[in-house]
C-alpha cells in the first residue's frame, strides 16, 4: 500500500481555521455546496459539522462516511496522519483534501504534521484559510485573543466574515487589526462565509493539465464581479532561476496562480505550479508524451483591476531559457 502511495500523484491540501463562531463551519459547507465537479476528502473533528443531506451518504462506519457524489468525509478520531495516509491509498482519490481545524486550536500545529518530507510530497499544503468574525474579533481579550492572533499570524488567506453585521468604520480598524499581526496574508470581506471557490481551489476537476483556456472557460462564469482572471501561455522553455522572482512579486497582489511549467532545469517532465497567498509549491509532474507539445501554462486570479496582462506578459517573457 505504501508503495501505491508513494507512485501515485500529490493530492493538495487546504487547513481551515478560525475562532469559535467565527463561521469555519459555514465556510465548510459553503464549499461541500458549491465544489461542482470537485471530489473532495474532508477531515473533520465531528461529522455532525459537515451538512450532508443524508440521500447522498453511501456507506459509514465510524471514521470514514463515504457519499455518492465521489466525496469522502473522515473523522479525526485516529489521528491526522492516519485519516490522511487513509485519504492517500484510496481507490478513487480525491482531488482535495480540506482538513477542518478545531476552533480552539492553533493551525500551524497541524501544518507542521504535513512539514514531513515523505508527507509533503504526497500531500502538500495548497494554504492556510482563517476565517474570523469581523463583528467580536477585536472584542477578545486574554487567552482566547492571543488563539484567535495565531490563527490569523499562519493564514495564507484570512476570510472577514460577518461583515454585513458591522459598519464601515468598524471593518476600517477590523482590517487594521489583519494588517497588524499579518501585513502579507490575502484579504477577502464576506458574508455568510461565501467566497468563490477559484480563489482557493478548482471547482471543476483534479486534472493538472487542464488549467488555461479550459480552466478561464470553466470558472470564470462562477467569479463573482470583483475577481478576474488570465491566462498566459508560451511553447518556449522557461529558466526556473529567472522565474521564482517574478512569481515571488506577483504573488503580493493576485491571490491564486497555478499551472503547468515547462521549465529548462528540468526538461524531461511537466512541473506543477500552485500558489495560493504567497503559499508557493512546485511538484514535479507526468513526462512529456513523445508527440506533445510542451506548453508553460499559467491561470492567474485577483481583484478586478490588479491584473496588469501586458506587464504580467512581459515579466513572464523575460524569464525564458
Given at each position: 500500500m505504501i508503495e501505491k502511495i508513494m507512485n501515485s500523484?500529490?493530492?493538495?491540501?487546504?487547513?481551515?481555521?478560525?475562532?469559535?463562531?467565527?463561521?469555519?463551519?459555514?465556510?465548510?459547507?459553503?464549499?461541500?455546496?458549491?465544489?461542482?465537479n470537485l471530489n473532495l476528502a474532508v477531515i473533520v473533528n465531528d461529522f455532525g459539522s459537515?451538512?450532508?443531506?443524508?440521500?447522498?451518504?453511501?456507506?459509514?462506519?465510524?471514521?470514514?462516511?463515504?457519499?455518492?457524489?465521489?466525496?469522502?468525509?473522515?473523522?479525526?478520531?485516529?489521528?491526522?496522519?492516519?485519516?490522511?495516509?487513509?485519504?492517500?491509498a484510496m481507490e478513487n482519490r480525491p482531488d482535495h483534501i480540506i482538513v477542518e481545524t478545531s476552533g480552539i486550536s492553533e493551525p500551524i500545529d497541524v501544518a507542521r504534521k504535513f512539514n514531513d518530507p515523505e508527507l509533503k510530497q504526497l500531500a502538500p499544503i495548497n494554504a492556510i484559510v482563517t476565517t474570523i468574525d469581523a463583528e467580536n474579533i477585536l472584542g477578545l481579550e486574554g487567552s482566547m485573543l492571543e488563539l484567535a492572533t495565531q490563527q490569523v499570524l499562519v493564514a495564507d488567506i484570512v476570510l472577514v466574515n460577518k461583515t454585513d453585521l458591522v459598519?464601515?468604520?468598524?471593518?476600517?480598524?477590523?482590517?487594521?487589526?489583519?494588517?497588524q499581526h499579518n501585513a502579507v496574508?490575502?484579504?477577502l470581506d464576506v458574508k455568510f462565509a461565501e467566497i468563490d471557490l477559484p480563489i482557493i481551489f478548482d471547482e471543476t476537476t483534479g486534472t493538472e493539465l487542464n488549467i488555461a483556456e479550459d480552466y478561464v472557460e470553466a470558472n470564470v462564469?462562477?467569479?463573482?464581479?470583483?475577481?478576474?482572471?488570465?491566462?498566459?501561455?508560451?511553447?518556449?522553455?522557461l529558466s526556473m532561476q529567472?522565474?521564482?522572482?517574478?512569481?515571488?512579486?506577483?504573488?503580493?497582489d493576485i491571490y491564486r496562480m497555478k499551472g503547468i511549467l515547462n521549465i529548462e532545469e528540468r526538461q524531461d517532465r511537466q512541473c506543477v505550479f500552485q500558489c495560493t497567498?504567497?503559499?508557493?509549491?512546485?511538484?514535479?509532474?507526468?513526462?512529456?508524451?513523445?508527440?506533445?507539445?510542451?506548453?508553460?501554462?499559467?491561470?492567474?486570479?485577483?481583484?478586478?483591476?490588479?491584473?496588469?496582462?501586458?506587464?504580467?506578459?512581459?515579466?513572464?517573457?523575460?524569464?525564458?531559457?
Open positions: 500523484k500529490p493530492i493538495p491540501v487546504t487547513i481551515l481555521s478560525g475562532f469559535l463562531g467565527a463561521g469555519k463551519t459555514t465556510l465548510l459547507n459553503h464549499v461541500m455546496t458549491k465544489k461542482g459537515v451538512n450532508i443531506d443524508a440521500d447522498l451518504v453511501k456507506a459509514k462506519d465510524e471514521t470514514v462516511m463515504q457519499l455518492e457524489n465521489g466525496c469522502i468525509c473522515c473523522s479525526l478520531a485516529e489521528g491526522l496522519i492516519v485519516a490522511v495516509m487513509r485519504v492517500l459598519t464601515e468604520q468598524h471593518l476600517k480598524k477590523v482590517h487594521q487589526w489583519c494588517h496574508a490575502k484579504r462564469g462562477h467569479l463573482k464581479h470583483n475577481f478576474e482572471t488570465y491566462s498566459y501561455e508560451t511553447d518556449k522553455q529567472k522565474l521564482y522572482p517574478v512569481l515571488e512579486r506577483l504573488s503580493l497567498g504567497q503559499r508557493a509549491t512546485v511538484v514535479v509532474g507526468d513526462e512529456w508524451e513523445n508527440n506533445e507539445q510542451r506548453l508553460t501554462r499559467l491561470v492567474f486570479i485577483a481583484p478586478k483591476g490588479i491584473l496588469e496582462r501586458e506587464t504580467i506578459s512581459l515579466l513572464l517573457d523575460k524569464t525564458l531559457a
